[in-house]
């Protein structure tokens, strides 16, 4: 999902060669100093040119697409139909029994367009296109002047869709890579919206 964070990751912690490599290998992402010097990667580095436009064109995640967990419900979807649910508690109260997607939908600047029910937590297509690293580029400067803290590809943070029954999908930010983990992991939520510019 994320190039430069990709590039970092396995840089230093892919695999080194024992044959030639060829293009779009299912065999694992190789490390940057056999990127370079391998005669075993030569047709990368012809391909290529740059260890990071290899992890660019080979391994980030294609968007737009519509199979596997980007056919599942949009973030928004999944906050206008879960997010306010409720559960009771043992001590007579109530919680909310999706916390992340509640998170999502109750930011609210009292505004029309960024009021309750405007904000969701991000599903996997729209996180696999906030991710980027010319995405979190573009969108720096803004957030950085309403002085709120900007986004960073090291930051892992959960999407609104689960994988299954007990696991959840989210950006890890170690590899910059799409992956799933249990629903009871404490990642970071972050809220988006579409704005109507007219």
């Not at 001590?91 to 999706?98: I, L, S």
Request: aromatic residues 16%.
């Amino acid at each position: 999902m994320n190039d430069a964070r990709g590039a970092a990751y396995y840089g230093t912690n892919g695999r080194t060669p024992t044959e030639d490599v060829p293009l779009n290998s299912n065999a694992g992402i190789v490390n940057k100093t056999a990127f370079d010097s391998s005669s075993y990667c030569q047709l990368l580095r012809d391909t290529y040119g740059t260890y990071k436009e290899y992890i660019h064109q080979e391994y980030r995640v294609a968007c737009p697409q519509k199979l596997g967990a980007f056919s599942l419900p949009t973030g928004k979807a999944m906050a206008e139909k879960y997010a306010r649910m409720t559960a009771p508690t043992k001590a007579g109260g109530t919680k909310y029994k999706y916390p992340a997607l509640y998170y999502g939908y109750a930011k609210s600047f009292g505004v029309d367009g960024l009021d309750f029910g405007d904000w969701y937590l991000p599903g996997v297509a729209e996180g696999a296109m906030l991710m980027r690293d010319e995405t979190i580029a573009a969108l720096s400067p803004s957030i950085s002047k309403m002085g709120t803290t900007t986004i960073n590809s090291s930051t892992t943070r959960w999407f609104a869709q689960r994988y299954n029954v007990y696991y959840a999908w989210f950006f890890y930010g170690a590899y910059g890579s799409l992956y799933n983990y249990t629903v009871n992991g404490g990642f970071r939520c972050q809220a988006v919206t579409l704005l109507n510019i007219e």
